[in-house]
């Protein structure tokens, strides 16, 4: 059975720091492209991060670009999103996501696989 297992969220205040993990097991993602999105409450989700199999691309939305960076392990199947300089409108629900080779990984649509999701909260 296919899992995502994301880890590392909570609840931190403005300016502080966290760092996501997505554990993957039941397939080897190193060939694939992973993804983090972000689901406020009444919002629908989104693409946050992303990352290709080889890791030599990556895109970000305009809200994090330059506060989070996604990379990976591929020997450990895991995958990480940094992030820095938090605010309270990072505030959500965290995914992890892996879209197959071939699929389009800028997209929603493009990805397969999910986690539950990991809270992060961000106080003012």
């Known amino acids: 059975q296919v899992q995502l297992a994301e880890s590392g969220g909570g609840l931190v205040q403005a300016g502080d720091s966290l760092r996501l993990s997505c554990a993957a097991s039941?397939?080897?993602?190193?060939?694939?492209?992973m993804g983090w999105f972000r689901q406020a409450s009444g919002k629908e989700r989104e693409l946050i991060a992303a990352?290709?199999?080889?890791?030599?691309?990556?895109l970000y939305a305009d809200s994090v670009k330059g506060r989070f960076t996604i990379s990976r392990d591929n020997a450990e199947n895991t995958v990480f999103l940094q992030m820095n300089s938090l605010k309270p409108e990072d505030t959500g629900v965290y995914y992890c996501?892996?879209?197959?080779?071939?699929?389009?990984?800028?997209?929603?649509?493009?990805?397969?696989?999910w986690g539950q999701g990991t809270q992060v909260t961000v106080s003012s």
């Open positions: 996501a892996a879209a197959l080779r071939g699929s389009r990984w800028d997209v929603y649509l493009g990805y397969e696989y």
């Open positions: 039941g397939r080897n993602f190193s060939g694939d492209n």
């Open positions: 990352i290709r199999w080889h890791a030599a691309y990556t």
